[in-house]
Structures are given as C-alpha cells and as structure tokens.
C-alpha cells in the first residue's frame, strides 16, 4: 500500500509540475476558429484505457496543444462474459499537452461496481470462501496431495456440492473436506494424508515456470492457477442396489472460466474504488496542420490491490481489478484522417502486456493467474457539424492472447458504440453513447463446438474406510463429459447493453482568428445604491421595516472592454450633482437635490469618441415612510424546556419588556388552560390525546395604540412524548420452512439488539395451517435456545388467503397489536 501511495504521489506532483510549466509557455501554432472540430479526452473501460485525447474509447489523431489540459469524469457501464456480467465504472482523469505534439495523462477509477447475473459459470465462486445458494459448488479440482503419494494425487477430481468447508484466504491448511465420505469414513487416505483426518489444502506447488500458474492442490485447477473447473449439472450415482450413493458431474470443464477483468469476484454484486491506475503519453508524429495524425500512445497500469494479503484478494473477490503485480505496459498505435469538414475518420491498433497475480504464500511466492495479453483493434469516424455537437459511431474488438490460464468461456469482447458529444463551449462539455456487447455469450458460441474432459470421482461406493485402490473399500470412477454444441445447464447472456456517460472541463488556448477591429463598449455599470431616502422629521422615526436611507453619495464602478487592448478614457453624463474622481471608479454626489429620478450615462473613448455601447443607470430620491415614535414593548413567549408526558401540565410565560401596560389573552392549540387566564404565564393540562403531538399557546396583548402598530401576538410551541407503538419486523405467507427458519433468526437478532423488548407472533389461516406454523416456529425457538419467555404466538384467525406470520417487536409500554 506504502509503495502504491508513493507512485500516486509521484504521478500527481509531475502533472501539476508540467501544467504549470505548460501554461508559462505560448503556442504559436493555434487552431483555426474556423475548425468546428474540439479536442476532448476518451471514457475508455472494457479494455482501453480512458484519458489520451479522442472519442469515447477510441484515439483520434489530435493531442492537446502546449498548455492545455483537461479534467474528466465519466459513467461507463458495458457488458462482458463469461458470467453475463455488468461492470459500471466512474473513470475520472487528467490530460496535459505539453507540446503540440505531445501529452500525458493520468486515470484511475473513482468506482467500479460489478453485477454477477451468471454466477455458476465463473470460477471465483467456487473457491472455499464461496457460496452459491447458501452452498459449496460443485467443482472439478486438482487432488490434494499429502506427505505421501496419493492414488488421485495430480489428477483432476470431483468435489460434490455442499463438501467443501468455508475457509478464507489464502486457504492453506485449510479442510478439504469429505469429497461426499460419509463418516466414519475419511478423505485423507485417499490423497497421501493419514488415517482418521480428511484432506487439506495446499501449499501450493510449482507450475510450468516463468508467467504460468502454479498449482494449487485442492483448490485451483489441474490447468494452474488458483481457480477451480465448474460443474454445470450432476447426476445421482446408484450402488449395487439401487439406492442414490453421491452425485457425479455431466457437464462440467477441467479449466477455470474467469473474467479477465476481475477473474476472482465472487460476489453477485461487488464494488470499489480507486483500484486501478493509468499514467501514459500520447505522441503524435505527423504535423499539427497535417490533416492526418498518426502516433503512438504508451502508458503504465498499476493496481493497488494485490494477492499478497487478506485484504487485497478480499478486494479482488469484489472485482476491484485483475490484480496484476508488476503492473501492465500499454501501447497503442493511433491514426485519424480529416475526409470532410464535417467528418473525421479514425483508428487504432493496440497490444497489451498484461502482468501476472502473484501471492505470497508459505514457502515462498506462487502465481495464482496467468492473466492474458489483450490484443486490440477499433475504428470510428465522427462528424463535426458544427463547434457545438458532434456525432460518433465506434467499433472496437479486444482479443485475449499469449500465454495465459485456460479459459473454459473465453469470450473476446466486441463493442459497438454510437452516441454525441455537446461542447457548450471550446473548453467544456458532455458525451453521451450507448454500448452494445456484439459478442456476448449464446447459442450461436456453440454450434460447432465439440468439448470433451474427464474428472475422477473418489469413491462413489464406500464399504469400509477407503484404502488402497483396488482393496475393495474404494470404487473410483472416471467421469468422461462430451458433449456438442451448448452445454446442458448452461444459462447464455442476456444483456449485451450499456452506456457512457461523460462530462469534461479544462483550458483551451484561444483559437486564431481574422482581427477586427471593434468599438470599446461598456458592459456594465455599477451602483452602490439605487435609492436615496430623505430623512424623517422631529418627532417620527420610520415604519417597521422601513430603512432611510440618507447617504447623498453613490460610488460608481464601470467594466468596459476593448478587444484591441487600447488605453480608454471614461466619460460620465448626469441628470443631477456631480461626478467626483475619474477613471472606473468614481463617486456621483447628489447632497441637496429634492425627489425625483436622476440619471448617469457612462461611456468609454479608445480614440474614435464615445463610439461604443453605452449604459446608463438611474437613481431615485424619496422621502421616507415615516410615522410618530411610539413606545413598543418586546415580545416572547417561552415554554417547556424538554418533552412533556401526556397527562403532565407545561407552563408557558408571556415576556413583556417596556412599553405601558398591557392585559393578557391566552389561546392554546390543544390541551386545556388550567390556570394563569389574563395574567402573564398559564398552566396547560395535558392528556393522553395529545401523546406525539405539539401544543402550541399564543398570547394577545391588549391595551396598545392601534396606530403604532406594536406587536400584540407570540406563540411558543412545545411537543408532548408520544406512546410507543408496536413494531412491525417482518410479514411472509407461505414459505419454504429453510425460507421460514431464515426469518425468524433475522427476528430474533432483532430481539437481541433490543433486549428490553418482546417478541409478538400473529399467525394467520386454518388451525391447520396455524397449527403448523406455530409448530415451526417452536421448534426453532428451542433449536436456537432463543428465551422462550420473550416471545407471544397469537392466532389471528383464516383470513381466507392462506397462511400468514406478522413478527412484532413490542416496546415497554407499548400495546400488542390486535390480529
């Protein structure tokens, strides 16, 4: 993590070093306003990379001119097999153009969110840590291998489902399991390990050198790696008489089947951020007038979760990322050819040297995946009808190759892109696309597909504890799975759709145009105030809420332009008073004009006179809303500092400060007045009809002059405690009892969260039905050893729709709902 933080900061100190640099220096080679065309930076995701200028995956021929940059941030959702997996990722990065011809850029993934639609046919789900539908999977495994030699040891071997025992990473010593032995009988003789025990897992053994995979006994393949083969359907085994003796597998691969974005999620829904990181260049090599660009892009990918830890495959298991250790190399070679104004074509080439997943495990470092190279292709052709939106239509094709791990459901991944770019201005603007998944997982995959693989099943009949083979205590089979075409049990994607959502800001350099010449304008003027308000005479102040303004001196502030840049002179014409000072700022004084509307003009000369725009603003001077002084008492009523409980009395106090005398008039929004009518505080009985609500007193003060217009009415408001109500937990009708038992421990660690509380069963339908039910939920009462005491079954009745349960959580004080 320390090695990962430091590479970030590295990263993030150059660019700033090199925006600050860029944008001392001055490019004199400037684009054309005339060019409808904007330069953005690409969303990539589903195999390239996001950041280098262009579409939306692909790289036109353009870079960011010398001092340039942009920030970027994008939703990406696309679709990937095996698995039928949709990925949903929020790429942010940043580009700089540090010449006109080169660029660099950085991209990470503020999210990434993975939604797992086909959970059986990836491998990750059935490493030891996995579940699916609350069991361990089926799987084809390389044998565990004991001190000694094994009759299964390297072979490829069937783990039943339901066998394996949960056991976290990185698994090592970890239970086998029982491989379906029922006890006494054991599985560990069966693979080198002693009498009595069952296998174990591990360590890990070398692979075929280099990149490759290393083995993992008991847990990967026979193929390496740490991922296991999947078993898509199973049969039931009969002995010699007749009775079911285990299950065998039908349909099911040797090799793992993975994603090579994220080869161990295990999750149906897993999600992260900031996983994966990007830093690279674009450099084009053609001339920046040349309206073909051709270049390369090269860029260094690194990860921040890797297998070395419990952590970081934890991470891996969301499908934060591939993991790669070393970090990937990316290159790409890029080309764009500008056939109209208003269409541009483009294309890239690009390869992919894809880093292993490396773990540290006991005895040393083991490679868990050979992750594949990616070869890719695309084109896309954009159409700049003007400077303010553009058209884009993408294909691109990404292929796995080189060494690498067997993939089962290998599928190299085919998208079709279309969708517009809005450029509100030069420097900022929106993409939005849809994506289609040409190449997702069907039927169409298998037509012609012939498959065949073998896997050993350990004892299908057991006699005696399992010994050498051939003693009789121990029948192995040898499984041959052949098949043409989809395989039976295989369930094909479903959602080829996606989309790319995209929001841009950076710096542009101004784009060359023909210099006209042009007035000096003024595009605003500014007043301090607006309007003078003549002071009261003796013996009246103003009105509530009136403010009289007698300030005579207004400062004035002028913005004026001129595109030439040429020295400007301000001329200022009033109505009325005069004008103090000079320049943009000024002051207009209008000490001893009468009411009435005053203008000022102002208007700038650049050496034509006042040629330009013009703004002229007004101010108005009035006499102020007055009337005689009065003197107003304050007003505030206070009441209760806390909550009342119902039944209590609240006081509430009327606080008159100056002003004559007054009489008092209380009014309450609830509750009764008990005592305290006419005079400064009062006593308000409450009652159980006001639990939860609020009572609200307001007073009236009587005895003032209308014509002052004192405050007469306050009110305070004050809340009584309300009762505590019955707690609805959960509501189910007919269920599976496994469906039921799951519901009831959610009720009763809700009970355990609050221990002061009571449980209240209400079950609907026939006394048969009830009767049942209650039955259920007794027994797992006693199974869990919840307190009995705690929890009420009450009959509601037959409702006529069948059987239901209502599960109450009572508070102290509380009633107990009716059924």
Known sequence: MMNLAYRVFIVTLTLLALVFAANSQTDNSKRSAKDDRNTAPTVGTGGPTGGPTGLFTVYDGQTLRK??????????????????????????????????YFEMFFNTDAYRGVKVNNPATLSGFYLPNSRINGISPAAIIYAPQGPSPGIYSGRAVFRPAGTQPWSVFPYIGGNSGTFGLIPPQFSGPLFGFGAGTNALMGPPRPGGGGSSADNFPGIGSVYGSILPGIVLQTVTLLNPNGAPSGTAPSVFTTAP????????????????????????????????????????????????????????????????????????????????????????????????????????????????????????????????VNRYFQPIVEFRSLRYIGGRTPNALEKHPM??????????????????AYRYNVNQLDDGDFDDESFTGSAFIPCATVVTQPGDLGN????????????????????????????????????????????????????????????????????????????CNDNTTINVSTTAVDPEGDVLTYNYTVSGGRIVGSGANVQWDLSGLGKGTYTLTAGVDDGCGLCGQTQTKTVTIEDCNCRRACDCPTLSVTGPAGITTPGDAMTFTANVSGGASVTYNWTVSRGTIESGQGTPSIRVRTSREDAGQNITATVNLGGQDPACNCPETASETAPVDPYPEPLLV???????????????????????????????IINYGTDRDIAARERLINNHIDFRRFDRSRITLVRGGDTGAGINTKLYRIPPGAQNPAP
């Open 415 to 432: 998208d079709l892109i279309g969708g517009f770019r809005i450029f509100p201005t030069r420097w900022f603007g929106m993409s939005f």
């Open 730 to 760: 959960d509501e189910f009708a007919k269920l599976q009892n496994d469906d039921v038992r799951a519901r009831l421990d959610a009720f009763f660690v809700e009970l355990q969260n609050n221990p002061t509380n009571q449980g209240y």
């Open 67 to 100: 001092g340039e940059f942009t920030f970027s941030a994008a939703v990406s959702n696309y679709d990937r097999d095996p698995g039928n997996a949709d990925f949903t990722e929020v790429p942010v990065s940043f580009q700089v153009g540090l010449t006109n």
């Open 472 to 547: 009789g205590g121990c029948i192995p089979q040898t499984v041959t799975n052949t098949f043409t075409g989809r395989p039976p049990g295989l369930r094909v994607s479903d959602n080829p759709h996606g989309y790319i959502f995209q929001t841009f800001i950076g710096r542009r350099n101004t784009r060359l145009e023909d210099k006209v010449n042009q007035w000096a304008n003024v595009t605003a003027v500014e007043l301090s105030d607006s309007t003078i308000t003549l002071p009261c005479g003796p013996g009246f102040v103003p009105v509530e809420g009136a403010t």
């Open 257 to 384: 089947s993975y994603l090579p974005d994220a080869p161990f999620i295990n999750r149906t829904w897993g999600t992260a951020s900031f996983s994966t990181f990007t830093v690279g260049g674009k450099w084009r090599w053609t001339n920046v007038n040349n309206p073909v660009g051709f270049g390369i892009m090269g860029a260094y990918r690194f990860y921040a979760d890797t297998a070395n830890d419990f952590a970081g495959f934890n991470q891996l298991q969301r499908g934060a990322s591939p993991g790669g250790n070393r970090g990937d190399i990316l290159l790409s070679l890029f080309a764009d050819a500008r056939v109209a104004r208003w269409a541009n074509v483009s294309a890239n080439v690009g390869y992919h040297w894809n880093a292993s997943v490396k773990g540290d495990f006991p005895g040393g470092e083991f490679t868990l995946l050979d992750r594949p190279d990616e070869f890719l292709t695309s084109a896309a052709i954009d159409f700049p």
